[in-house]
């Protein structure tokens, strides 16, 4: 791995630990209430008083940028974790399937993946009313179909691999064979897309928060930080800047280790 590229793992991963951090643990980051207002302080710029200035209620936007990452993180993680789970079954029942009903399962996926996964969540949204809930449960079956393909290919390949008819030939029953030889490599495989796919649901839940379909004020999170200052950008850029660096910052370094993930993972089957 060249230098460069090192460096920028490592700076990609150092993100993601403070992020992690200010998730778990903001009140150590924060230096203010995110919830509280003062109408005297609204609209300032940034200053070390307030690091990232206030937005029109006098609120510190450096503060809810802080408790903003474990709502933004946390529906990403579990819309990402919740459709691993489900890829990985589906996929799995899709790949052990007699061929009929492995091309029903398969046609049906088609059909979710013809569609962007943030229009499929739209959808989701739509039928099932705003909130944080919903919105987790919408990222969640956007994302299902990519984990599904991926699963249903690792589970075709593995089940004939040369250890798994080993294990048969061994006496060992078709159930635990499966669950020791097949499912570990066909979640791995879902492992390392899913690093990558933690940053795309982030995005989505940030860009549902956004357009209103997410948490209501005053919940500090970074998409609806962000739809909170789209209107005083030329007033206030600090308001809707930082919660969208924030964004950035943690899909580009998802993305990062995900594809770091992914060429070793290639480099070891290789």
């Not at 150092?14 to 995110?34: I, Y």
């Not at 940028?65 to 459709?83: C, M, P, Q, W, Y």
């Not at 809707?240 to 480099?267: C, K, N, S």
């Amino acid at each position: 791995m060249r230098r460069a590229t090192l460096v920028l793992l490592w700076a990609a991963i150092g993100v993601l630990a403070v992020l992690a951090f200010a998730a778990a643990f903001p009140g150590v980051l924060a230096t203010h209430d995110p919830l509280q207002t003062d109408v005297r302080a609204s609209l300032l710029p940034p200053s070390g008083e307030h690091l990232f200035g206030t937005d029109q209620s006098g609120r510190d936007v450096y503060s809810r940028v802080v408790h903003g990452a474990g709502r933004s993180i946390g529906i990403g993680l579990l819309a990402t974790v919740v459709a691993l789970a489900a890829g990985l079954l589906v996929g799995a029942l899709a790949g052990l399937a007699p061929r009929g009903v492995d091309a029903a399962l398969m046609r049906v996926n088609d059909v979710l993946m013809a569609f962007p996964e943030f229009l499929v969540a739209l959808v989701v949204v739509a039928v099932l009313g705003p909130g944080p809930v919903n919105i987790a449960i919408a990222v969640t079956l956007a994302a299902v179909p990519v984990y599904v393909r991926l699963a249903r290919v690792q589970t075709r390949t593995l089940r004939t691999a040369e250890h798994v008819e080993a294990a048969r030939i061994l006496g060992v029953p078709p159930l635990p064979a499966f669950m020791r030889h097949v499912v570990p490599g066909v979640l791995g495989s879902l492992s390392v897309l899913a690093t990558i796919g933690i940053g795309s649901s982030i995005l989505a839940a940030a860009g549902l928060s956004f357009l209103g379909l997410g948490p209501s004020e005053p919940t500090p999170e970074w998409g609806l930080m962000l739809a909170g200052g789209r209107n005083v950008l030329g007033q206030a850029w600090w308001i809707a800047v930082f919660p969208g660096i924030a964004i950035t910052l943690t899909v580009i370094a998802a993305t990062i280790v995900g594809r770091a993930l992914r060429a070793r993972a290639d480099g070891i089957r290789s």
